[in-house]
């Protein structure tokens, strides 16, 4: 029986969102002391070890070496964390933000098509096609029309890349869909610790190059390992198998609005072209959705 979205859903989304959304002041904040390579090694390694812990506190248990699993925890974070991570921060060397988070945000147009041809029950839609397609629109909108300006110049190749990213987290929703029955902390520890595999070799070259590294930038890293990596790892894993990749695509537009909120917080000026493109965005996840309103999430006393 197909899965109906309905207020938990939405509102493990938007909690998913936010998480990833606050990233970015404390990626931005972090990587000022912390090389890169270091940031993400930190980031994933408390994280796996975070998650590793709250899986045997729930009584699971992380399957053994020659459990096929882990062949596909492996592509996990391969796809979901290391490879994107390196595939992004290598091409922001060339590109500027804007244009990099422009490209990112195609992911939903690639997961409709993957979710099309390896998920039973995920069809697309032309109504579901035009959504993404308008949701894109208003990430272009929201980020800037002017960024696409350097789309198709010397930088091609990095151009390139940031899509190749986008590619890898479409292949990551399809592949959590896919996943055999495990319980979804223990995926997401399993996830987490072969994406610190992956990531190692770079990590701790940088790592023991580091000095003069600030506390704020230890606490900004330990903060988007718990968060964004390590509680946000959870709730994908169980969206994208409750609620489905498709569904799950909808949180790379909503995030762009949750790290503007925190730049509010921050003490970032906000604009009316931030409204403007929210309610594009909405429009997009309104048809998307197949013409369902968002449902607002309950709030439980």
Known sequence: MPHTIGPRDWAALLLLTVLWGSAFA??????????????????????????????????????????RRWLWMGGLGLFGNALPFFLVSWAQQYIDSALAGILVATMPLVTVGLAHVFVPG??????????????FAGVIFLLGPSALAALGGADTLAQLAVIGAATCYAINAIQARLLPDTPPSVSAAGMLIMATVFAAPLGIWDLVQVENVTPSAWFAAAWLA????????????????????????????????????????????????????LAVILAGVWLARGGKPPVPPKVQP
């Open 26 to 67: 404390f990626i931005k904040h972090s990587v000022g002391t912390l090389p890169p390579g270091a940031l993400i090694f930190v980031r994933l390694s408390l994280a796996a070890l975070a998650l590793t812990v709250w899986a045997h506190m729930r009584g699971h248990r992380l399957p053994p070496l020659t459990d």
């Open 122 to 135: 995920e069809r697309m839609t032309v109504r579901a096609v035009l959504g993404l397609i308008v949701g």
């Open 226 to 277: 718990l968060g964004p990596t390590a509680f946000a790892s959870v709730i994908l894993m169980h969206v994208a198998r409750t609620a489905g990749p498709n569904f799950l695509a909808i949180a790379n537009y909503l995030t762009p609005i949750a790290a503007l909120l925190t730049g509010l917080l921050i003490g970032e000026v906000v604009g009316w072209t931030v409204i403007l493109a």
